[in-house]
């Protein structure tokens, strides 16, 4: 369905629904929540979710968070007349703190699927890359790949140790991995995989990236300097999710756009820079 720019991308129903939690799996730091939920549309690779628990949301000792968190959804199943939707979280403040600690059968409020997704360019040679929690979409996108006929992936991921990799291995990802400490992999950042195969300019690639700030900066930068396209998911802090408090815009070529409409996959060379203000990770 086409949104009022007229841009093709799944719609969320109105409002919050609940979704109860079908399974729980810790990767080292890292959590991942599985839910069901029986109200919305199948999202696409990038789209996100508002989140929060039904309890003790609002409450607390300094009553944080009084807001959903947006998360990136990692996978999609159907089962039956509803969707298995499996979100990947890392614990970093009161949010993802109360969404980390539900159990099974636990319930959530959720909505969405809201934002532009990837835009699969099917005629190059993907290339995939990942940094620390930012593997949840990337994981997404390469299960729509699997999905094509003929058309393979090259997966980099990046994470500070062999435990955040983890995650990695749990979704089946066939990627070159590259940890900080060298517990695993490369010893370095992820883009010291990508630059190499950049450089090399035996195929027409598009890159799609997502992870921290300087990490998208610096795919970005990479990108440019070999013309070469790239889709970069990005985040920065989201109060509504759906365009109605202005408190996501990023600034671009075309001015500031807000992130939970327009985004959060935006194109490299819309902007100056990946590394905008108030963005978490
Ligand atoms: C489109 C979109 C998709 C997202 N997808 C995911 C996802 O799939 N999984 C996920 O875990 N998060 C994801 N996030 C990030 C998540 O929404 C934020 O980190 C959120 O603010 C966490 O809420 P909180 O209440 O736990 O922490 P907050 O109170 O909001 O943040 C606590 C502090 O930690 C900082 N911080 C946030 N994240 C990190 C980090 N990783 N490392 C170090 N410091 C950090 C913040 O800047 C802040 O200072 C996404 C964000 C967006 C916009
Ligand atoms: S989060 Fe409210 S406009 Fe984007």
Request: net charge negative; hydrophobic share 40%.
């Amino acid at each position: 369905m086409s949104d009022a720019l007229g841009i093709e991308r799944p719609q969320a129903p109105f409002g919050r629904r609940v979704a109860a939690v079908t399974a729980r799996i810790e990767h080292g730091p890292y959590v991942s929540l599985t839910v069901r939920d029986s109200g919305g549309p199948r999202p696409i690779a990038g789209q996100f979710y508002m989140l929060q628990t039904v309890e003790d949301w609002g409450g607390g000792v300094d009553g944080r968070p009084y807001l959903p968190r947006a998360l990136s959804f990692a996978r999609v199943e159907q089962e039956g007349d509803g969707l298995l939707l499996d979100f990947l979280l890392e614990d970093v403040g009161p949010g993802t703190h109360r969404i980390t600690e539900l159990a099974v059968n636990d319930e959530m409020l959720i909505a969405g699927p809201f934002g532009n997704g990837f835009e699969l360019n099917a005629a190059s040679w993907p290339i995939l890359v990942a940094g620390g929690i930012g593997l949840a979409p990337i994981v997404a996108l390469d299960d729509e790949i699997r999905d094509l006929d003929g058309v393979r992936a090259t997966i980099f991921v990046g994470m500070r140790t062999n435990e955040h990799a983890s995650a990695a291995a749990h979704y089946g990802l066939e990627h070159e991995l590259a940890t900080e400490d060298g517990s695993s992999g490369v010893r370095g950042y992820v883009t010291e995989l990508l630059a190499p195969l950049l450089s090399a300019k035996n195929a027409d690639h598009v890159v799609y990236a997502c992870g921290p700030p300087p990490m998208l900066e610096a795919v970005r930068s990479i990108c440019a300097e070999h013309e070469i396209s790239c889709q970069l998911a990005m985040e920065s802090g989201m109060a509504c999710g759906f365009g109605a408090c202005f408190g996501c815009v990023v600034p671009t070529h075309d001015g500031y756009t807000r992130l939970c409409v327009d985004g959060p996959v935006l194109d490299g060379d819309k902007l100056d820079t990946a590394l905008v203000a108030g963005a978490g990770h």
